[in-house]
């Protein structure tokens, strides 16, 4: 049942990152959600913060300024004002 | 007769220069159309994203947002026009603006009153020199859009649609700008923005059934953070499509323009040539009658 998640970090102009990943946390409007696959489908809100994604290649994280994050059928979608990548 | 060859020759100099500036110019809008066209796809899952989830919401919770139901209380209608800020684009902005009038035109027909936006100098160009007041007008990035200028258009927009009457609300938000279909189909475009058609979406996600989603903080708060952002992603990918058609525009008007010089200067070379040729003629001719005279005296 080791089901990953697919996971789409977009931005107004890119797609920032996507990829699998067997867990994602996001910083919600109401606290921080970590969510592994099988996760019930949840539309939230993001506040200014850390995306934090576990994938098989080692975790990367993401600074966003906020957007939302839908989840569903193990597809996330991290839609976000802007994002700050280590590389900027 | 010197005179004339000299005439022609210099109309022949300024076109080859026209043509050397029209190539260029096709050039850049060729070499800009590209990169156009890669920023309409990049930002097609952001908007893609946001449409899904707002009709996700829109379809599990009976939230009656003012942003989604027709406001009976105003008949002023705004209408954003996109344009280009140069012209040396062929009909582009001005098929925009016929378009643009043409729905006007019908509004009025329904008794509404269109508030005009521009986008694009050309087109603000064309308000002011009608004495029609602008909403608001924004100018110089026709060609590569950024996506902090449709922020501050989706605002604008956005205050204009939830201002109350007496501050000159609206009751529609309509887009007239250049849907970028292919290199060489690119057609003027209206879609009505606000209030929103939620439809749209859920029909083309043909998988199983649409997850009951749990809304955080709440179905209104999500829906409220949502379409601001969906109006700026909408307003965004026109600006983008408009810049695309743009820049095709340019390149297909500026290709006409150097074939067209090219012509000219055929056309004067062979003027230039036959002027020559009289010349010559006409010296040949009077040397003879010169020498002719001379034998006879």
Same mark, same amino acid.
């Given at each position: 049942m080791a089901d990953a998640l697919t996971v789409?970090?977009? @931005?107004?102009?890119? /797609?920032?990152?996507?990829?699998? @990943?067997?867990?994602? /946390?996001?910083p919600s409007i109401e606290g921080e959600i970590g969510m592994l696959a099988n996760h019930e489908p949840i539309l939230s809100i993001l506040k200014a913060g850390t995306v934090k994604v576990t994938s098989e290649s080692g975790r990367e994280e993401f600074a966003v300024t906020g957007g939302f994050v839908s989840f569903d059928h193990n597809t996330i979608t991290i839609v976000a004002d802007a994002v700050v990548t280590d590389e900027d | 007769?010197?005179?004339?060859?000299?005439?022609?020759?210099?109309?022949?100099?300024?076109?080859?220069?026209?043509?050397?500036?029209?190539?260029?110019?096709?050039?850049?809008?060729?070499?800009?159309?590209?990169?156009?066209?890669?920023?309409?796809?990049?930002?097609?899952p952001y908007s893609h994203a946001i449409t899904r989830a707002i009709s996700a919401v829109a379809t599990h919770s009976k939230v009656d947002h003012p942003l989604t139901s027709e406001r009976t209380d105003s008949d002023r209608v705004a209408v954003l026009v996109i344009t280009a800020d140069r012209?040396?684009?062929?009909?582009?902005?001005?098929?925009?603006?016929?378009?643009?009038?043409?729905?006007s035109e019908r509004l009025k027909g329904r008794g509404k009153t269109v508030v005009p936006f521009?986008?694009?100098?050309?087109?603000?160009?064309?308000?002011?020199?009608r004495k029609r007041e602008l909403a608001g007008e924004w100018t110089g990035e026709s060609d590569s859009p950024t996506f902090d200028t449709a922020k501050e258009v989706a605002n604008a927009l956005y205050t204009a649609f939830?201002?109350?009457?007496?501050?000159?609300?609206?009751?529609?938000?309509?887009?007239?700008?250049?849907?970028?279909?292919?290199?060489?189909?690119?057609?003027?475009?209206?879609?009505?923005?606000?209030?929103?058609?939620?439809?749209?979406?859920?029909?083309?996600?043909?998988?199983?059934?649409?997850?009951?989603y749990e809304f955080e903080p709440g179905a209104e708060e999500v829906?409220?953070?949502?379409?601001?952002?969906?109006?700026?992603?909408?307003?965004?990918?026109?600006?983008?499509?408009?810049?695309?058609?743009?820049?095709?525009?340019?390149?297909?008007?500026?290709?006409?323009?150097?074939?067209?010089?090219?012509?000219?200067i055929r056309q004067y070379t062979?003027?230039?040539?036959?002027?020559?040729?009289?010349?010559?003629?006409?010296?040949?001719?009077e040397i003879v009658s010169g020498a002719d005279a001379l034998a006879a005296s």
């Amino acid at each position: 049942m080791a089901d990953a998640l697919t996971v789409d970090i977009v @931005a107004p102009d890119r /797609i920032v990152w996507s990829g699998t @990943a067997s867990r994602v /946390i996001a910083p919600s409007i109401e606290g921080e959600i970590g969510m592994l696959a099988n996760h019930e489908p949840i539309l939230s809100i993001l506040k200014a913060g850390t995306v934090k994604v576990t994938s098989e290649s080692g975790r990367e994280e993401f600074a966003v300024t906020g957007g939302f994050v839908s989840f569903d059928h193990n597809t996330i979608t991290i839609v976000a004002d802007a994002v700050v990548t280590d590389e900027d | 007769m010197g005179g004339q060859q000299r005439v022609y020759r210099q109309r022949i100099r300024s076109t080859q220069s026209l043509k050397k500036i029209f190539r260029a110019m096709e050039l850049i809008a060729a070499s800009r159309i590209g990169k156009a066209r890669d920023r309409v796809t990049a930002a097609a899952p952001y908007s893609h994203a946001i449409t899904r989830a707002i009709s996700a919401v829109a379809t599990h919770s009976k939230v009656d947002h003012p942003l989604t139901s027709e406001r009976t209380d105003s008949d002023r209608v705004a209408v954003l026009v996109i344009t280009a800020d140069r012209g040396m684009a062929g009909a582009y902005s001005a098929n925009v603006l016929r378009e643009a009038e043409r729905m006007s035109e019908r509004l009025k027909g329904r008794g509404k009153t269109v508030v005009p936006f521009a986008l694009g100098r050309r087109g603000v160009g064309y308000f002011k020199f009608r004495k029609r007041e602008l909403a608001g007008e924004w100018t110089g990035e026709s060609d590569s859009p950024t996506f902090d200028t449709a922020k501050e258009v989706a605002n604008a927009l956005y205050t204009a649609f939830t201002a109350p009457v007496e501050d000159g609300g609206v009751s529609e938000l309509r887009i007239v700008y250049t849907h970028f279909s292919s290199m060489v189909s690119q057609e003027p475009r209206v879609i009505r923005l606000l209030p929103l058609e939620v439809v749209e979406g859920v029909a083309e996600s043909g998988e199983d059934v649409e997850p009951l989603y749990e809304f955080e903080p709440g179905a209104e708060e999500v829906l409220d953070a949502l379409l601001p952002r969906y109006i700026e992603s909408r307003i965004h990918a026109c600006m983008l499509q408009a810049a695309a058609s743009e820049l095709a525009n340019r390149q297909r008007a500026m290709n006409t323009a150097v074939s067209n010089a090219e012509d000219i200067i055929r056309q004067y070379t062979r003027l230039a040539n036959s002027a020559r040729q009289a010349e010559i003629t006409q010296e040949i001719s009077e040397i003879v009658s010169g020498a002719d005279a001379l034998a006879a005296s």
